[in-house]
């Protein structure tokens, strides 16, 4: 395989700095990096520049590397699917960069949840990648075609394919996704069949899965790591863990709801939120049945979720700036010879 099949495009070439060789990131464990190159694939690690440097290279990054081991340098992401760190910081956790589309895999089981697609349509626009929402395990649900019309309703535009990674239903439709040289990424919860579909795809087991528990239908977290696979007749698949947390880091709800910002048009105020302003046509569709009242409670959630995370994520920011100017002004002090 050449790096063209791996992505890569003559015009990245411009980017490189001079003296790097190119290389693709297929996965990362700590700071240990899978890379392939013109020459096959190769372990490499992060040079401490880039360690130090807010953001390390993930899963998807095209990098240049050093003395064939050491990656020097991340070259500029297309695009970059991301979410706000679990647990308290306040970073942003890149978790793959130059992925194409995003196929949203959900069970039919117990796991489809039209508002969690919701948060992933937000997070795949805020990324920049297109979105597919893949329903699998049809073969457990008695009505597929009233799935699939309510997962439309979710992402009006984007391809809903429903499937079954175990019966091998609908595949076709899911290779047409995967085009050569273009790279695609699995996300949804764990248990969801994701690595079940990527093995099917590829047509051998490479990636280990396990049964849902008995109880709730919960996944078992099987993957761990973020990995690249290309996939024979083209195109790259990335498989992921299950997602737990999906926080956003940006992101906004009015492109998610077409449906409301088409209604708001006509709302008395134009800053309206649609909550308890007087003349609000969107408050009044839903009282009259011409919106899914369930529609409007999401995006009221979603929108608060959203300016919540904007003003974390500048406070954030100050604070990181404050922190490189003392230790810039440490540094002049130093060299004056005052401290
Ligand atoms: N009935 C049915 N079961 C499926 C289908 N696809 C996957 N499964 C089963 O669902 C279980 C979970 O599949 P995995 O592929 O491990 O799920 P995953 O999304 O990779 O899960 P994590 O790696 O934990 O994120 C396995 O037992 C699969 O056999 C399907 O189309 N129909
Ligand atoms: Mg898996
Ligand atoms: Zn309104």
Sequence with gaps: MSLRDWGWQSSFAELLLPGLEPARVVSQERDHYLVITASGERSAESSGRLLY???????????????QMVIDQILPRRTRLSRRQPGKREEEQVLAANVDIVLVVTGLDHDFNLRRLERYRIVAAESGADLALILNKADLHPDVAAAVAAARGIAPGA???????????????????????????????SGAGKSTLLNRLIGVDLQETNPVRAGDN????????????????????LDQPGIRELQFWGGDAGDAFGEIAELAKACRYADCRHSTEPGCAVIAAASEGTLDPQRLESYRKLSRELAFAERRTNVAAAQAEKRRWKSIHRAMKRWRGEN
Excluded at 53 to 67: H, I, K, M, N, Y
């Design 53 to 67: 440097a807010a953001e390390p290279p993930v899963a998807g990054d095209w990098v240049g590397l050093r003395s």
């Design 159 to 189: 391809p809903v394919l429903a499937i079954s990674a175990q019966t091998g239903q609908g595949l076709d439709a899911v290779r047409d996704l995967l085009q050569p040289g273009r790279t695609a990424a699995l996300a949804g919860s």
């Design 218 to 237: 919960r996944g078992r977290h099987t993957t761990t790591r973020r990995q690249l696979f290309p996939i024979p007749g083209g195109g790259l698949l």
